[in-house]
C-alpha cells in the first residue's frame, strides 16, 4: 500500500484478478532487458481509460508520457488502434494489436466513488502471449489524480523492465527568474515530469543546492539571508525551517546521510581551504573529515553510508576521492584529463555521477566506484550538477541554454535526453526517492 505525504490522503493498491472470459494468466513472454547500451523501445498500446469524462484520457497521457520519456518504450499512436477498448476488464481482441506490432497493452478505467474518490483501474496485456500480465486497482483523491498515473506507469514500467520506475518522484530546484544580472531564485519543487510546481521560498535571498532527505519529508539547502551561506533544514508540507548550525566561514554543499540522521558539507576557514564535516543532527555535534590544505569539497555519501565521495585539488587541480565515512582511506579514483566537480553516488551504489570540464566543454559522465569505466553521457558549453533518479537509471542535470540555465535529463546510454518544462530558467536540481 502507498501512502501520500498527508496521513489522510491514502492511496490503496488493490491486485486485479482475470475476468469472466480472459485467458488464464501464465508466464509472459513480453519483458525488456534493461542493461545499458543500445535498447530498441518496446512498442506499446496505451488506451484512453474508460469512464470519468477527460479525466480518463488525462491518465492516459501521463502514463504515455512517461514511458515514452523513459526511451525504453514506444508508445502506438492511437490513429492506428483497430480495436475500440468499450470493456477494459474483459480480454482484448489480441489479433487486432498484434497486427499493429503492440507486444503490450494497456487498458484502463476511473469512475467516481460514493465517498468522493476516485477509483483508477488498469490491465497489462501480453499481446502476442494473448494473456494478461498484471492488474491493479488505485483509490485516491481529487487532488492526487497525477499522482495515480505515474504510480500506474511506474508498475508498467516494473513488470516489463524489471526495475523499480522512477515516474512517481518529484524533484526540487532552484527557479530563476529576471534580468541575468537581477536573478530571483527561490526554492520550488515540481513533479518529476514539470507538472505541479510549488515554491518553497520567496526570493527575498539567494538560495542554492537544495537535497532531499531520505524520508522524503525534508530537504536541506543553502542561503544567503544573513550576508554568508548557512545551511538550513525545511519541512517541505510545513514550511517549517531551522538553521543547521551556526559555523565560522562559509558554508557549501549541503547533503543527507543515507540514514537522514547526519548532514554533510564543506566549510570554507579564513586561510582559504575548505574541508568536510559531517553534524549528527540530533546532537549537533560536528566531525571533521578531511584535514587537509587544499579545497575537499561536494562530499555524497554512498547508499550504505559507508562511503562518502568527494572533490579535491590537492594533487593541483580538483579531482574525485572517495574516503570512509569516517574520513579513512582518503583514495583518488579519478585520473582523466580536465576538471572534476559535484560527484554523487548512485541510489545503487554501482556507479558515481560527475561533472567534468575538459577541452572547453561540461560534460556529466559516470564511472565505476573505484573510477573506472568512465562514460561521457552528455557534453555542452555550460552544464553542471548531476541528481539521480531514485531506479539509478536515469540523471537529471542543469544546462545554460539561451540566457539561462534550464534543466535535462538523461538516461545511461547517454542516447535518451530530454528537456524538462519549467516555466522560469532552473537550475540545481535534486530527486527524490520514490513517494510513498
Not at 541575468?180 to 526570493?203: E, F
Not at 565505476?368 to 539509478?392: C, H, M, V, Y
Amino acid at each position: 500500500m502507498r501512502s501520500f505525504l498527508n496521513p489522510l490522503l491514502v492511496l490503496v493498491a488493490v491486485t486485479l484478478g482475470i475476468t469472466a472470459g480472459s485467458v488464464v494468466p501464465v508466464l509472459a513472454k513480453v519483458e525488456l532487458k534493461v542493461t545499458g547500451g543500445n535498447i530498441e523501445p518496446l512498442p506499446i498500446a496505451i488506451t484512453d481509460f474508460q469512464g470519468g469524462d477527460a479525466l480518463g484520457a488525462q491518465i492516459s497521457q501521463i502514463v504515455t508520457a512517461d514511458l515514452k520519456r523513459s526511451g525504453l518504450f514506444a508508445p502506438i499512436d492511437k490513429a492506428a488502434f483497430i480495436e475500440k477498448i468499450s470493456n477494459p476488464d474483459a480480454a482484448p481482441r489480441f489479433d487486432d494489436w498484434k497486427v499493429i506490432n503492440a507486444q503490450a497493452l494497456v487498458t484502463g478505467s476511473v469512475s467516481k466513488e460514493a465517498d468522493g474518490r476516485i477509483r483508477a483501474q488498469y490491465r497489462l496485456w501480453d499481446t502476442f502471449a494473448g494473456q494478461q500480465m498484471a492488474g491493479e486497482q488505485f483509490f485516491a483523491n481529487d487532488a492526487n489524480q497525477r499522482r495515480v498515473a505515474h504510480i500506474i506507469a511506474d508498475a508498467i514500467y516494473e513488470r516489463i523492465t524489471g526495475e523499480k520506475g522512477y515516474f512517481d518522484t518529484r524533484v526540487v530546484f532552484i527557479d530563476e527568474s529576471g534580468a541575468k544580472n537581477a536573478r530571483k531564485k527561490r526554492l520550488a519543487i515540481m513533479d518529476q515530469d514539470g507538472a505541479n510546481v510549488r515554491y518553497l521560498s520567496d526570493g527575498k535571498s539567494i538560495v542554492l543546492t537544495p537535497r532531499f532527505s531520505p524520508n522524503r519529508q525534508e530537504i536541506t539547502y543553502m542561503s544567503y539571508e544573513s550576508g554568508q551561506p548557512r545551511v538550513y533544514l525545511l519541512q517541505i508540507e510545513t514550511g517549517q525551517r531551522e538553521l543547521v548550525g551556526n559555523f565560522p566561514g562559509m558554508t557549501f554543499a549541503p547533503r543527507f546521510s543515507p540514514d537522514g540522521q547526519k548532514v554533510i558539507m564543506s566549510l570554507l576557514r579564513d586561510d582559504g581551504n575548505s574541508n568536510i564535516f559531517a553534524m549528527d543532527l540530533r546532537s549537533r555535534s560536528t566531525t571533521r573529515l578531511t584535514n587537509s590544505t587544499a579545497i575537499d569539497t561536494s562530499p555524497s555519501y554512498s547508499p550504505d553510508g559507508s562511503k562518502v565521495v568527494f572533490t579535491s585539488d590537492r594533487g593541483g587541480r580538483a579531482q574525485i576521492y572517495v574516503m570512509g565515512s569516517d574520513g579513512s582511506g582518503q583514495t583518488r579514483i579519478s585520473f582523466g584529463d580536465g576538471v572534476y566537480s559535484t560527484p554523487v553516488w548512485s541510489p545503487r551504489g554501482d556507479l558515481i555521477a560527475f561533472t567534468k570540464q575538459t577541452g572547453g566543454e561540461f560534460q556529466i559522465g559516470v564511472m565505476k566506484t573505484d573510477g573506472s569505466g568512465e562514460r561521457i553521457l552528455s557534453s555542452g558549453f555550460q552544464q553542471e550538477g548531476p541528481t539521480w533518479a531514485p531506479n539509478g537509471r536515469v540523471l537529471m542535470f542543469f544546462r545554460d541554454t539561451n540566457g539561462g540555465p534550464k534543466l535535462v535529463s538523461v538516461d545511461l546510454t547517454g542516447r535518451n535526453e530530454q528537456p524538462i518544462p519549467t516555466a522560469n530558467f532552473a537550475s540545481d536540481p535534486a530527486w527524490s526517492p520514490l513517494l510513498e
